[in-house]
C-alpha cells in the first residue's frame, strides 16, 4: 500500500463525503486506502454511502475524543508507506497525493518527514498552509510590536502563513488540514500527543520532527481546497477557550513550564489590550 489516507468526521457528513469522492476521483497513480474515523454523532447515511467506495475503512469512535486521538486510531490501522491526513473540510483538486508521493520518494528528500499543499479557499484565496513554531518572539511581537518589522515577523515569526512562494520551501510545520506524512518518520517520533484535544497537535508534532533530524516542507504547486472552520462546529467562545489552552499545553510540552506562563502572561495582556481598543472604537 502506497498512501492511507485518513479523514476524521465530526458533525461534517456532507463534506466528509465530498472529500472522500475527490480522493477517489483524483487519485490515479498510486494504491491507497481510505480510512473515516467518525467522532460522532453516529449517522448511519455516512457510513452507507461510503461502503459503496472500494479499500475504504470505516471506524466509529463512540467518544469525541479530539482530531490527534481520531486521527492516531486511523494511523493505527494503517498500512500504508504514507499517511496522509485529511481533513473532513478540504477536497482535491488534482492528483496530490501521487505529487506529495513523487516527491517524498525523491533520494534527495529522505530526510523529510511532512510536506503539505498551497491551501486555497472555494474562490482560488490563498489560505493558512504552514507557520513558524510559536515563540515568547511572536507573543511579545503580537502586543503591536510587529507593525515594526511587518517583513520579518511574517517571515520568521508568525505562526499562521499563506503560501507566497512559487517553490518547495521548508517551514516549520504544515498545517494540520494535509500532512503528508513518512511513516518511518511517525515510527521514530510517535503520533499525535492525545493531550491536545484540537489545535497545535500538529505544531507540536512538527516540533518533534524537527528534533529527531527532520524536515516539513510546503510544495506551492499542490492545491487544496479548505473551507476553513467548517470542520469545527463550536461556538466562537468556546473555539478560542480551547485555543488558547492547547497553545498553553503546547508551550509547556516544547519550551517547558518556565516559558508556559510568561506566554500566558503576555497572551493575557493582549488580551486585554484588545478588549480595552475595541471598547474606545465603540464609544468614538
Known amino acids: ?137 511572536e507573543a511579545i511581537s503580537s502586543l503591536g510590536f510587529k507593525y515594526l518589522y511587518p517583513s520579518y515577523f511574517a517571515k520568521a515569526l508568525s505562526s499562521g502563513l499563506k503560501v507566497s512562494s512559487a517553490t518547495p520551501h521548508r517551514v516549520d510545520y504544515v498545517s494540520g488540514a494535509d500532512m503528508f506524512v513518512r511513516r518511518s518518520a511517525l515510527d521514530q517520533t510517535g503520533p499525535f500527543d492525545e493531550d491536545f484535544f484540537l489545535y497545535f497537535e500538529e505544531t507540536e508534532l512538527s516540533f518533534r520532527f524537527r528534533k529527531f533530524g527532520y524536515k516539513s516542507i510546503i510544495l506551492p504547486e499542490i492545491k487544496i481546497v479548505h473551507i476553513e472552520g467548517a470542520s469545527s462546529t463550536a461556538d466562537a467562545g468556546s473555539k478560542r477557550s480551547l485555543y488558547n489552552s492547547s497553545r498553553a499545553i503546547y508551550f509547556k510540552k516544547c519550551h517547558g513550564q518556565f516559558v508556559s506562563k510568561i506566554s500566558w502572561f503576555i497572551y493575557k495582556l493582549q ?7 475595541a471598547k474606545a472604537v465603540r464609544f468614538r
Open 1 to 137: 500500500m502506497d498512501v492511507s489516507v485518513i479523514i476524521v468526521n465530526y458533525n461534517t457528513v456532507d463534506l466528509t463525503i465530498q472529500c472522500v469522492e475527490s480522493v477517489y476521483r483524483y487519485t490515479h497513480g498510486n494504491t491507497i486506502e481510505v480510512i473515516v474515523v467518525d467522532n460522532g454523532p453516529y449517522d448511519e447515511s455516512l457510513k452507507r454511502h461510503l461502503q459503496s467506495f472500494p479499500t475504504i475503512k470505516y471506524l466509529f469512535n463512540k467518544v469525541n475524543s479530539g482530531f490527534g486521538c481520531a486521527n492516531n486510531i486511523g494511523i493505527k490501522i494503517s498500512k500504508g508507506k504514507y499517511i496522509f491526513l485529511l481533513n473532513s473540510d478540504t477536497f482535491l483538486i488534482s492528483d496530490a497525493i501521487s505529487s506529495f508521493y513523487q516527491f517524498m520518494e525523491l533520494h534527495n528528500n529522505a530526510d523529510v518527514a511532512c510536506c503539505g499543499a498551497s491551501l486555497i479557499d472555494i474562490n482560488g484565496n490563498p489560505q493558512i498552509s504552514y507557520g513558524n513554531f510559536p515563540s515568547l518572539l
Open 271 to 277: 488580551d486585554c489590550l484588545y478588549y480595552f481598543y
